[in-house]
C-alpha cells in the first residue's frame, strides 16, 4: 500500500539568512485575535502606574526614619561638609579613635545628610520611597525586555519587590540594588541582540557604586561571569550569545578602573576583602545571619529560586551565564538575608527570559512612551502619599522617641555628664549623632571586629565577668535599656549612680 509523503515547506532567502532570534516559526492554526481597545490600554496604563506605585508607598506608609545605622551616617556626611574632606581614620569612637576607617560610602553619606538638613525627617523617608521607585522602574524595564506578556511581566516585579521588601529602609544598599538591576538589563540585552552600545554605560554606573556602596564588587563578579560565558561558549560549550569577548573585555577593564575613582583609589580592595573576609560578623548581627524562613518574604525567596532553577532545567540548554549568575546568587543570599536582593534580581530576569508568554500579547502593549508617563504618575502618586497619610516630621520625630535615648540625652546634655560613654550596640550610632562624644561601639560591626561585639555582647548579657570589660571599668556614663541585664546589675553596684530613667532609657553615673 502505497504511503503519501508530505515534503515541508522549503525556507526562503530571507528565513535562511535572519538570526536565529527572528526566524519564522511554523505556523499555527489558531483563532484570529482581536486587537485590543483604548479602554484595555488605559486598564494595562492604570495597573502599571500602580503596579510602580506600590512599593514607594508601602515605603511612605510604613515610614521608617528609626533606623540605627541612619545616625553615624548623617554624623559622617555633616563631618564631611565641615572638614571638606572624607574620613580616613574614625572620629567617632572612644575605643578606636584614630585607628583607620575609610568612609566608603561617602557620597551616600552626603546625599542622606542634605536631604536632611533641607527636609528633616521627611527627607530620610523619602530617600528610601524614591530609591524604591526607582528600583522598581528599573526592575520593570528589565523584565519588559526579556518577557512580553504583561501579566508575567506584573506578576515578576510584584513578587520581586515583595520578597526584598524588609530591605526598603535609608540604607546605601538601595543604591546596590538600583546598580544591579541596571547592569543585569543592560548584560541581558546585549547578550541576546549583540548590541553593545549600552555597555559604554557601565564604567559611569561603577564609578557611581564605589562611591557609594562597598557592594560594587558584586557587579564586578557578574561582568566577570559574563566573560566566563564568551570564553566557554567559544569553544562551543553551552549556549551561545551575540555577545563578544572583546566588547566585554573592555567594559569590564573600563568599570575596574572606574571604580578607582574614589578617595581611596585601589585602597578599596583591601576594605572590600576585610570586609568580606569576617565571618563571625554574621553570626552576630541580625540583618547579616542567613534567611531564618519565619515569614512569607523568606518563603518567596525561596519560591523565586526554586522557579528559576526549574524554568532554566525545563529548557534543557546549558545556559552558562544563567546557571553561575544564579548559584551565585544563591550563594550570597543564603548565606545572608541583607543580600536577598541578588537572588530576587537574578531569579525574576531568568523567568522572564525563559517563561513563554501569551502567544499575541502585542495587541495589548503599551506604546513605549507610556510606560514613561506610568513612572511620573507613580512619582506623582508616591509624593501624594506624603500628605495622604500626614507623614511629617512631628510624627517620625515620636518614632524617633519611642525607640532612641532622645530624652536621655537631653538630660546628659543638661547636666553636663562626662564620658567616656559605654553604651549598647543598637544605639552607638545614635548617640554618634545626637550626644557627640565618642562611643564604646556602633553599627560599623566590621570596624570594630568579632572581639569586640563579642565582648560587648557578654557585658550587656552580664555574664559572670562582665564588671571586667575594660570599656566599662574606664566609662564615665553608661546609657543603655532600662530592662537589660547589665542595667539590672548597676543598680545594685556602688560604682554606678543611677541618674535618669524613663521607658526607654536610663543612665548611670561612675562615682569616682
Known sequence: MATLIVAPPVPTQEEISAPLETRREPLRI??????????EHFAQFGVLALLLAAPALICVHSACANDPD????LRTGQWILQHHAVPRVDPFSGTNAGSAWPAYSWLYELLTFQLFARLGLVGIVGYSAGMVLAITVALHHLIKRLQADFSIVALLIFSTCFAIGHLFTPRPWLFTVLFFIVEIDILMHARRTGRVRELAWLPVI???WS??????????????????EVLVTSRGIGVKTRLRAPALIAALAGSILATMANPFGWHIYPVAYGLAAQPGVLDKINELKAIPFRDLTDYSVLLLTLAATAALAWGRRFRVFEIVLLAFAALMSFRSQRDVWVIAVAAAAILASTIRGRENPV????????TGFAAILAGVLMLTGFRALHVNNGLLEAQIEKTFPVKAVEAIQANHYAGPVYNDFNWGGYLIWALRMPVSIDGRAAFYGDQAIDRSIATW??????YADPELKKAGLVIGPPKAALMQVLRLDPQFRLVYEDKVAAVFVAQK
Open 30 to 39: 489558531s483563532a484570529p485575535k482581536k486587537p485590543a481597545g483604548k479602554g
Open 70 to 73: 541612619i545616625w553615624w551616617h
Open 206 to 208: 561603577f564609578a557611581l
Open 211 to 228: 562611591n557609594i556602596h562597598i557592594q560594587f564588587i558584586d557587579g564586578l563578579i557578574v561582568l566577570g561571569i559574563a566573560l566566563v
Open 363 to 370: 495587541a495589548v502593549r503599551l506604546p513605549r512612551f507610556a
Open 461 to 466: 548579657g552580664a555574664e559572670p565577668d562582665w
